[in-house]
């Protein structure tokens, strides 16, 4: 161990290593995203000028953004895992229909809104941790374990809600969600701290350490010692927790709980992912990558809307763009073996 | 027209018959630019595809109605964002078929504190503030319309096996309509024997009635919801080679009343779910806008709720409703 | 320029990586019918030449002629066209294809595009033969043979091309001693036929008894051009790679004291199918080696003692306290460490920076309430690749650029770095030049001398007799020989392997 | 060290060796869902007795599998070949539309009804060229390069059919699909002729043992000297063509071709392919087991509509059952390292 050490001055090497060959920096890994956002502001600029440039309009996309936002970040961990979630959407659904039921029927009366919170997040964590024993300990391919969690999530919702946008009637609740600290609307807020809680955790935590380490080569990592199993479920949960809280946010934009809330979010989660820059076969996440994706795809949105394009024109520009963004990507993270599915 | 077999009365536009349009109407008469946001959900299905189609073209008919589209969208998190969008960008109206109106409420309620006229289509918002004017079907009342025809053809028939082929099972327009369509039947005694539930789409159709087919070797009737499904519906039907039932479709598209008027198909009859709602919801917003009203009513305002009626489409009275249906 | 009878002749052969420079003006050039063999430390740039001439890099500069006619090698398909068949050092066979059809990927056997697998299985047990491997089944998908089987799949692969020159990266480094004898069985077979063979092995007296010529490459350049093999003794050979004049050998040690206490304890483990009963016990600062021949299960002996594998029966005590079956995280917290067998698919994070890799178990310790200290976890690990002699001394640099041997180190560090009570390496040395060779056998001894435990294998029967205080002659999956390593040599241990088997 | 003559027999030891581990055969392999089928089966006949039974039942089962298993066939060589396609779906509903435009509007009168199916699989090749040279040549993951396929198809398919469903009335292609030679409608036959197709472009040729190379080690593959790029845009067209002939299929099977065909079938074909045994990180496929996959879905909601389940409670089942078929599958396949996403 320590008995061979020290034929150099160490402080001399470290020096000279971390500055000579630091790896790509965060802000260059992520100048291609960087890049496509300011083009499609650009874009957003001529075409639609001062509607686009205006302040509000920015917290629109904002607003939009958060939901999304929190489930992409879930997923995040689970994708750098080396993992898949299909099911984050119906989790999503799920949990608000959970908890607003719970809100209006079960507890009636005085439910404090913290408690609506909690119970999406919880009911969120509990289906990641049933896909997540699922896969580690079942050993079920992760695709499907999720797709069937997807199937009955969905299902388990319905009958829960009947079917029925459950209106939650919770003034606390709304007013906190509805009030704007510093200008931004809670929602924003609420996405842009778990955004910065999951960076920390996942750059600068042995939690995320061993998230990369696992979805990097989890033979190798099981052989160093580290739990694979129980951090895979750990993962699960994690983006379970993250599509309840996903699922509380989207009862306070739209005020009801819905079994049909979050359909095929997992696509738009996994897409804005991917874009990103991290690494659909694992060992590589990037939050930042993923919030500039998330913040594309909402943009890009938001001009639609701005300009009067035809609806089937614009799934054809938007083909263009998902694929031009990706390009740009990984043009400038220059990833080695990024042909790979 | 994109059937071979029979042009359709009018080459692609929608025929109008709510307001604008037509000659001779002081309200045809251009006024000042309205700027009209428009969002519904995606087109997925032939109904949706069509009230989007027919709001686009019936808007590019008048000069003075600049429209905004936003990407049809059954996720109500973008549907919201993109009312919000509409908000900030000051347009005049808005005309809104929210995936799920009472998700929608809140923010056409904020659109409707911000000066913005909101005309509400199809599916009903929580609030009745929350719109100026709501254009809406009457799901309840095509369940009912479709149970009291299937009534009368099965007569005191007690054991008759009634079937039910329904859309989008999770939407609340759905639980409406089949809601109405058992509560009629039970008022003759009736109950839905076999319950499946398609997709609004004509595969999934096709693929529920086949496997309806053979979850029920003798049928009486079947109500499907919605006509555009109800292609590959008869799809399945032609291919198990079954006719002892007759069939009742929903929404009125063309083809189905044509055949209805053939007469040589189970399809005996169609209740109409019209597919111009959202045509109708523009027309609406922009007379509210340039604050006229109804020509052909002594109101001087336009009313708060146009409710459309459901009729029953039968081979007697098919050439009625042909020029209006949609082309699914 | 072009040398006399030259087949092969390479000439200032430039090779640029991102942020390395492996080659830097190589010459080589090889006569029909030679075993030439290519010698270099690790890092050298021995694989990158190879992967030059055969298309699957791109040089930056130099020109290659054959048969004295200049040719461009653009691509793969180029170099086998130019009858240039390669056996790469990682092992270049697909899992889910069959013997047969490894064989004969990318020149199948077919008649309008349908295979013809009987003609191709035909050809392959043919093949097999004439390397001595009659029991591999041609129909057996390689995803179930081990290491071993797989060189001997690449190896027909490239029989089966027909070339007129095979180059081998290594392809001795997962042989045991009887495979080899028969790999060089072989090669004076198609050699006699005038195909030429480009060699690459570590183990220099190899290079003595089947290489012709030499070529020495260090820090990507050429030191030494076809030196004939009699005339140049292996000292000058390990002085022209090394700079030093120093063969390897087995630094000598004091014995291990009588009174030293137990560490590791191993009762009656045994995986059913796999092998069975096996008793261990290691004392402190005391070496023991398994021997035995490839598949004999000596791999999974050690996987079980470090839990990767759940033991049928048996129970390892480390310190004297019991282990948890099948956790490796208890083993790993009781101080045993594991350098895998295969390096790159179990040992390390490929895609990831060395020091990374080198802090993998032990990263929990730069950490105050589960956040790391990066910086203090990037000192440690400087640390060790200093004491490694790791090349290039680069924490940062992606693991997958590194050179084999220097991939192995980083193993070593790792557990040097966690700090073991019982480190267990399962071929140390493979693909490890003779520096680095010798290098690590002083680490392992040195770290014996700390009072930690040692268990290895290795292939290389002089490599684990020489290293270890005892010895266990393993023979399909049973212990048929426990004594010291000093009162049995290599024919002793065939012996016994030969009796264990037979019984 | 090698001067030892060879004191054992090496023969011995490895034939130990190889012989020990020798995969399951083929049959072995799918006996996993083999059962799942026959259990689904019983199930359906408890439940639902002689209307299970019925031979039309199992034609009604057949047809229905029939479009679905002619996309999940094209998807496995996707899959084997390391990649996937998000977009079969959407190409099968732009080619229905498009062949059907072409024969009722373009064209118009006397069209040949090979013309419709050759314009489907056209259109459907088209389409899988253009996502395989995206993803061989342009570098984008497949991921996004076919989601971005999805996206822009659905939206020309819209466009070119002006969201309408477009009646096909040429009476030869209807009378060609509705006959049913030897009592098993063409549609059926179509897939049992394109699964053996499939059988043997995988098992017994040169293309399919590179499919396997390609998807099993890329790398290896191109040092032995296949042209990988080449071969994955090929295998992207195979899956186009293949949507595409489920294009026209559909049109066969409701009369019509629609922008909505095909719909969500991206998941379902994936579902069936993976349920089926093939490995979604490549390097394994499987047709048979693709077939299997595809009727075990079928199966089900065969069953399902025959007892008369509500959607809701058909989604809670439907996911624990894809969960037991996975089980069951790996559980008999015994392939190591399947708990990898
Ligand atoms: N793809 C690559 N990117 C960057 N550097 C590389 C790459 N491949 C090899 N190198 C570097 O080039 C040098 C030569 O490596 P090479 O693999 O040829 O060595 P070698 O002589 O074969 O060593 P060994 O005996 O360990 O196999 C090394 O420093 C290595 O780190
Ligand atoms: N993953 C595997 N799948 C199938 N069989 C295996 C696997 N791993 C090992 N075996 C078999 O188990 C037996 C023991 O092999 P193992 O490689 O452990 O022997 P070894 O003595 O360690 O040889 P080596 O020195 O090559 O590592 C062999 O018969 C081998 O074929
Ligand atoms: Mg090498
Ligand atoms: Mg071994």
């Known amino acids: 161990m320590s008995a061979f050490t020290d034929p150099v001055p160490p402080d001399e090497t470290v020096r000279e290593g971390t500055r000579r060959y630091t790896l790509p920096g965060s802000l260059a890994r992520n100048l291609g995203l960087v890049i496509a956002l300011l083009v499609l502001c650009a874009v957003g600029w001529f075409t639609a000028d001062v509607r686009f440039l205006d302040g509000d309009n920015f917290v629109t996309i904002l607003r939009f953004a958060s939901v999304i936002g929190v489930v992409s970040v879930g997923m995040t961990f689970v994708i750098t895992g080396g993992g898949i979630d299909l099911s984050v959407g119906s989790v999503l659904g799920l949990s608000s229909v959970w908890a607003s039921t719970l809100a209006t029927q079960t507890i009636a009366g005085d439910v404090h809104w913290l408690v609506v919170v909690f119970t999406a997040c919880a009911v969120g964590a509990a289906c990641g941790l049933v896909s997540g024993i699922l896969i580690a300990y079942g050993k079920v391919v992760a695709f499907i374990a999720t797709l069937a969690m997807m199937v009955a999530a969905r299902g388990l919702a319905e009958i829960i809600s009947n079917k029925r946008s459950q209106i939650l009637d919770v003034p606390p609740f709304m007013d906190f969600f509805q009030s704007r600290p510093l200008g931004l609307p809670t929602l924003v807020w609420v996405f842009l701290i778990v955004a910065a809680m999951a960076w920390v955790l996942l750059n600068r935590t042995t939690f995320g350490r061993r998230t990369i380490a696992v979805g990097g080569n989890a033979e190798a990592s099981r052989l160093a010692g580290i739990r694979v199993r129980a951090h895979t479920v750990a993962l699960y949960v994690i983006c379970g927790f993250c599509s309840g809280l996903a699922g509380a946010m989207m009862i306070a934009r739209t005020t009801v709980g819905s079994s049909t809330h979050g359909s095929l979010y997992e696509l738009d989660a996994i897409a804005a992912v991917v874009v990103g820059g991290t690494l659909l076969i694992g060992g590589r996440g990037t939050i930042v990558g993923t919030v500039l994706g998330v913040l594309i795809f909402s943009t890009l949105n938001n001009i639609f809307t701005l300009n009067n394009l035809s609806i089937s024109a614009q799934s054809i520009v938007k083909g263009a763009i998902i694929v031009i963004a990706v390009l740009l990507q990984q043009r400038f993270a220059n990833r080695p073996g990024s042909s790979s599915p | 027209g994109c059937t071979s077999n029979e042009p359709p009365p009018e080459e692609g536009e929608t025929t109008e018959d709510t307001g604008g349009g037509g000659g001779g109407n002081p309200n045809a008469e251009a006024g000042d630019t309205v700027v009209i946001g428009f969002s519904a959900p995606a087109a997925d299905h032939g109904w949706m595809g069509a009230i989007t189609s027919a709001a686009e073209d019936h808007a590019a008919e008048y000069p003075d109605v600049e429209l905004r589209v936003a990407e049809g969208t059954n996720d109500v998190n973008l549907q919201i964002s993109q009312v919000e969008t509409f908000i900030n960008d000051g347009v005049d109206a808005i005309v809104l078929l929210p995936f799920d109106g009472a998700a929608l409420t809140e923010v056409a309620l904020r659109a409707m504190e911000a000066g913005i006229v909101v005309v509400n289509v199809d599916r009903e918002f929580s609030d009745p503030n929350a719109a100026r004017v709501t254009v809406l079907g009457d799901n309840y009342g095509m369940g009912v319309s479709a149970g009291q025809y299937i009534c009368e053809q099965v007569g005191d028939n007690a054991d008759a096996v009634v079937a039910e082929i329904a859309g989008i099972d999770s939407l609340p327009l759905t639980q409406d309509r089949s809601q109405g369509f058992s509560d009629a039947l039970a008022e003759c005694g009736q109950t839905v024997d076999n319950r499946v539930a398609a997709d609004f789409t004509v595969q999934g159709g096709e693929a529920a009635a086949s496997n309806l087919l053979q979850a029920a070797p003798q049928i009486d009737a079947i109500w499907n919801h919605d006509d555009d499904q109800g292609i590959g519906v008869l799809a399945a039907i032609e291919a198990a080679g079954r006719d002892e039932f007759v069939m009742v479709g929903g929404a009125g598209s063309a083809n189905m009343m044509e055949l209805i008027a053939s007469g040589d198909s189970v399809i005996q009859a169609t209740v109409i779910y019209p597919a111009t709602q959202a045509a109708d919801g523009i027309a609406l917003a922009r007379l509210v806008v340039q604050q006229r009203a109804l020509a052909d009513l002594v109101e001087v305002e336009v009313p708060r709720l146009v409710q459309l009626y459901a009729p029953v489409v039968t081979a007697e009275n098919v050439e009625q409703y042909l020029p209006t249906a949609f082309q699914s | 320029m072009v040398s ?448 930690t435990a040692v268990l290895v294998v290795s292939s290389e029967l002089p490599e684990v007799l020489g290293m270890s205080d005892t010895i266990h002659v393993v023979a399909d999956g049973r212990v048929v020989h426990t004594g010291p390593a000093h009162e049995i040599d290599e024919h002793r241990v065939l012996d016994l392997v030969m009796e264990g088997e037979a019984a």
């Open chain 3, 4 to 451: 006399d009878g030259a087949f092969l002749t390479m000439r200032g052969i430039v090779k640029h990586f991102p942020g390395a420079r492996a080659l830097d003006g190589v010459d080589l050039d090889v006569r029909a019918g030679e075993v030439h063999c290519v010698l270099g430390q690790n890092g050298a740039g021995k694989s990158t030449l190879i992967k030059v001439l055969a298309g699957a890099h791109q040089p930056n500069a130099g020109d290659i002629h054959i048969d004295g006619h200049p040719v461009a090698i653009t691509s793969p398909v180029a170099a086998l066209r130019l009858g240039i068949a390669t056996m790469y050092q990682e092992l270049d066979v697909v899992d889910g294809l069959t013997v047969a059809e490894n064989v004969f990927l990318g020149h199948e056997l077919s008649t309008a595009g349908v295979s013809s697998s009987g003609a191709m299985i035909r050809r392959t047990r043919d093949l097999l033969a004439q390397l001595g491997h009659r029991e591999i089944s041609p129909r057996t998908e390689v995803g179930n043979l081990s290491a071993a089987g797989k060189q001997i799949v690449s190896m027909a692969r490239a029989l089966s091309r027909q070339a007129r020159l095979i180059v081998m990266d290594e392809p001795s480094a997962v042989l045991d001693s009887e495979e080899v004898a028969t790999l060089f069985r072989v090669v004076r077979e198609v050699t006699a036929a005038g195909v030429a063979i480009i060699y690459i092995s570590h183990r220099l007296e190899e290079i003595r008894q089947i290489g012709d010529r030499i070529t020495v490459l260090k820090n990507g350049q050429t030191v030494a051009i076809g030196i004939p093999v009699e005339q140049t003794s292996t000292r000058e050979l390990i002085t022209l790679m090394t700079g030093r004049s120093e063969e390897y050998v087995f630094p000598p040690r004091p014995a291990v004291a009588p009174d030293a206490p137990d560490v590791l304890v191993a009762e009656g483990l045994s995986v059913p199918g796999i092998f069975e009963d096996v008793s261990l016990r290691i004392r402190a600062g005391e070496i023991v080696g398994l021997a035995g021949l490839v598949g004999s299960g000596r791999s999974e002996i050690l996987e079980t003692i470090c839990g990767a594998r759940r033991a049928g029966t048996g129970r390892v005590w480390v310190d004297g306290a019991p282990l948890r079956p099948g956790s490796v995280t208890s083993a790993v917290a009781a101080g045993v460490g594991l350098c895998p067998e295969e390096r790159k698919s179990q040992g390390l994070l490929l895609d990831e920076p060395v020091y990374r890799n080198i802090t993998l178990s032990s990263f929990a310790r730069f950490a105050r309430g589960g956040f790391l200290d990066e910086l203090r976890e990037r000192r440690a690990a400087d640390r060790q690749i200093a004491g490694l002699q790791l090349h290039p001394a680069d924490p940062s640099r992606v693991t997958r650029t590194l050179s084999g041997g220097n991939q192995q180190k980083i193993l070593l560090g790792r557990w040097l770095e966690h700090g073991c009570r019982v480190l267990v390496l399962d071929e140390p040395t493979r693909g490890v030049d003779v520096g680095a060779r010798a290098e690590i056998y002083q680490l392992i001894v040195a770290l014996a001398a700390t009072g």
